[in-house]
């Protein structure tokens, strides 16, 4: 079963794009639920987003440096049943 | 049938409340000190006697047991909870407005809350923060149901009908309608006795009563303004014109039936407020009758937008009275300088 | 030598702190998504005093709680589907989606909605208690409250009167260290709070609110001074929040070092590890339970996507009780 990973809405600026800045887990890894998966930056802070659960990363789809809008998938993750 | 003053038939009325359930009790502040004074203006004199369970003394604490009242109505009491001056209630507001007016609401409709909740109100010499009208800062909230008697008559069948209300209910009275009768009543009183009769009664919670049926303009007005309502009438009638005297009494929700049907017959609206014409329940009044009667004159004889000023002279001049309603009635008949 | 049914019990309380938990994170993660309106504020950390203290309680007696009362709830004994419907605003919230996140409640189950006002539901507990009393129920009211409140005048007012009355009110003061983002003793001269019972003349103690058994032990032991008409008491239980003050908050206030701390102190593990250590449960059992209340969260938030919404006909229901009506 897979999840989708979106960008969540981590901004102090309600609705604005945040920039992927550096993946901490490569497509294959083992994750666990609240692992931090990326970094990425808002426009108050760089923040990390964590996996919403335990499972292997399926797909990487954000490139750093690019802006994502809030609710954009980002990645999959196959979830542990 | 017993002639009585406000005070006594609210004492009355309490009191067969209680009698009549178990779960109707009195808090407040010294309104059951053995040998005390039965409330500020005697209302519960006596009835610690009769109640010794069901009469309890607070310390002075608003908002504490305006909270204290309200939990104990969600779990099933029926409390008649008081402030010695209307005033006061500003310290209760939060128990007040933002739970035992909403716990129902955001409950989904699990929760009752049965709470009566009496305040005297108007200006009596005491200066401006024991002086308030404030009737405006509750008719606006909704979950609470507000009513303010000008006799004894509508004081006890409403007092009755709100104890018997699953909902919580503000009774407003005026200090100068206590009674010329009783312990501590007021220089300056009118007389506010009626005839009461001895078997039970209650009075509807959202019914305005008209005291004198007329033509040409309606004249609203509630607690003291009611009696001048009805004295400008009499005048009036002396010089030809045919004033309908009503006395608002339910104020949330308005009895818009009565009063829009008044307004509809006359044609022009003369409400009657004491407490700053800014914001009061007479705006409310005005704008629901101009919203069903376009081309209706609507006028509002109100206090000086002020707190409320402690020399004679100056507090006489806040007060609305019945010359001010006459003149004003008069030209709204008549035309101005008539 | 362990009473007959007292491994079942303690593994209920494990078991119910783990809901919690699950449920919290559950909704952390579901708010991140976008997929929930308002905002929430959560418990993570607090498991023990929420599940602690209802568990000294009786079915019929009841609870008070906060903005966030998710945990409270939880504890008491509400469902993750009636809570999730009504965090989504489904009619079939335990509120018909009429309170939301910070007035999630049950009557049924002895939980008044949620008072959002910081320190507004400690009089009304006291009247609640003052109800029970004057009825001779017998039934206790327990008020949560955060150390925040201790500064409003409600909870001086509150408490006093439950006093003077010897009220059946348990004062549950959750003693976080922050008001938000206010650390305690900028805003108290004695930050201990169980303190402030002396002047009150009631019974008041500290308790260490990680420890899910000590507060259990310290509620039951007020719940018997209560239904003894000996007067209210004053808990303080001891704890931390391991996530921010509500939905947007990255807890910037709460130095590294303290919050390393108290995350080394989880109520969880350091009741997981003391059930196991005592051989009531071991490693796989714990997973059991975890697993199982993930698999709870996710069936609720299944059918919780898809109840049904309130129709405008809703809108205006509810405001007043007509005569007669339950």
Redesign the interface.
């Known amino acids: 079963m897979w999840i989708d990973v979106k960008m969540p809405d981590l901004s102090a600026t309600e609705g604005s794009d945040i920039m992927v800045k550096r993946w901490l887990v490569a497509e294959g890894a083992r994750v666990k639920r609240g692992q931090p998966l990326l970094e990425v930056e808002t426009d108050k802070a760089t923040t990390e987003v964590e996996s919403a659960a335990t499972g292997t990363v399926a797909e990487i789809l954000a490139q750093p440096d690019v802006k994502v809008a809030i609710g954009q998938v980002i990645a999959r993750i196959e979830v542990d049943l | 049938m017993r002639r009585q003053g406000i005070a006594e038939a609210l004492r009355d009325a309490i009191a067969e409340e209680m009698e009549r359930d178990p779960c109707v009790f009195c808090i407040g502040e010294d309104i059951g000190v053995p040998g005390g004074w039965g409330g500020a203006f005697t209302v519960t004199l006596g009835l610690e006697r009769k109640f010794p369970d069901r009469v309890i003394n607070t310390p002075i604490a608003e908002l504490g047991f305006f909270g204290v009242a309200t939990g104990a109505a969600i779990m099933g009491m029926r409390p008649i909870v008081d402030v010695q001056y209307g005033d006061f209630l500003f310290l209760a507001s939060d128990q007040i407005i933002n739970n035992a007016a909403k716990l129902r609401y955001m409950s989904g409709g699990q929760i009752r809350t049965p709470m009566v909740m009496r305040a005297p109100v108007g200006a009596t010499g005491r200066g401006a923060q024991h002086a308030q009208n404030m009737e405006r800062y509750f008719t606006g909230v909704p979950g609470l149901k507000v009513v303010a008697p000008s006799n004894a008559y509508d004081a006890k069948g409403l007092l009755k009908a709100a104890v018997r209300d699953d909902n919580p209910v503000v009774i407003f009275k005026h200090k100068l309608l206590y009674g010329s009768k009783g312990a501590r009543a007021e220089p300056g009183a009118v007389d506010a006795t009626s005839d009461i009769p001895d078997g039970d009664y209650v009075v509807p919670l959202d019914k305005a009563s008209v005291m004198r049926k007329g033509s040409e303009v309606s004249i609203l007005g509630w607690l003291l303004t009611a009696h001048f309502a009805l004295q400008a009438a009499e005048q009036l009638a002396v010089e030809g014109i045919d004033a309908e005297a009503i006395d608002v009494r339910a104020l949330a929700p308005l009895d818009l039936s009565t009063l829009v049907a008044s307004a509809r017959k006359t044609g022009r609206v003369l409400i009657v407020e004491e407490g700053p014409k800014r914001g009061g329940v007479g705006a409310e009044i005005a704008a629901s009758l101009c919203e069903r009667l376009p081309g209706l004159r609507v006028t509002r004889v109100a206090s000086a937008d002020v707190p409320v000023p402690f020399s004679p002279p100056l507090e006489n001049a806040y007060r609305p009275n019945v010359v001010r309603v006459v003149a004003t009635a008069r030209s709204l008949c008549r035309g101005v300088g008539s | 030598m362990s009473a007959p049914g007292e491994s079942e019990r303690r593994l209920e309380l494990l078991d119910r702190m783990i809901r919690i938990r699950e449920f919290e ?1 559950g909704v952390r ?1 579901l708010f ?3 997929s929930m309106p308002g905002t929430i504020h959560q418990c993570q950390g607090q498991e023990a005093t929420a599940v602690g203290v209802c568990a000294a309680l009786r079915p019929d007696d ?1 609870i008070t709680s906060t903005f966030r009362g998710h945990g409270h709830a939880i504890a008491k004994g509400l469902g993750e589907q009636e809570l999730l419907d009504e965090l989504f605003g489904a009619s079939t ?7 939301g996140s910070m ?1 999630v ?3 049924r189950k002895g939980m ?2 949620g ?1 959002a ?1 910081v320190g ?1 539901g ?11 009393k ?2 001779k129920t017998n039934q206790v009211v327990a008020c949560f409250f955060g150390d925040g409140a201790v500064a409003e ?2 909870f ?3 408490v ?2 439950a006093a ?2 010897r009220l059946p009110a348990i004062f549950a003061c959750e003693n976080n260290l922050y008001g938000a983002s206010t650390r305690i003793d900028l805003v108290m001269k004695n930050p201990r709070v169980a303190d402030r019972a002396v002047s009150y003349g009631i019974a008041g103690e500290t308790v260490d609110g990680n420890d899910v058994e000590a507060v259990h032990a310290a509620t039951e032991r007020a719940a018997a001074r209560c239904r003894a008409g000996d007067g209210p008491v004053l808990l303080e239980l001891l704890t931390y929040r391991q996530t921010g003050h509500s939905r ?1 908050d ?1 807890r910037q206030y709460q130095p590294e070092a303290e919050r390393k701390a108290w995350a080394g102190r989880d109520p969880i593990e350091i009741f997981a590890d003391r059930l196991q250590a005592e051989g009531v449960i071991d490693e796989a059992g714990v997973e059991h339970i975890r697993s199982r209340a993930t698999q709870r969260f996710a069936e609720a938030v299944e059918k919780a996507r898809s109840a049904p919404q309130p129709s405008i006909d809703d809108l205006e ?7 007669g ?1 339950p």
Do not use: S
């Open positions: 994170e993660f991140l998504e976008g009841f919230g335990c509120c018909k989606g009429k309170g007035h409640g049950n009557m008044i909605p008072i006002i507004g400690i009089p009304l507990a006291a009247g609640m208690a003052l109800a029970f004057m009825q005048g409600a001086h007012e509150g006093n009167m003077i009355w947007r990255p229901t509810d405001v007043f009780a007509a005569e009506a």
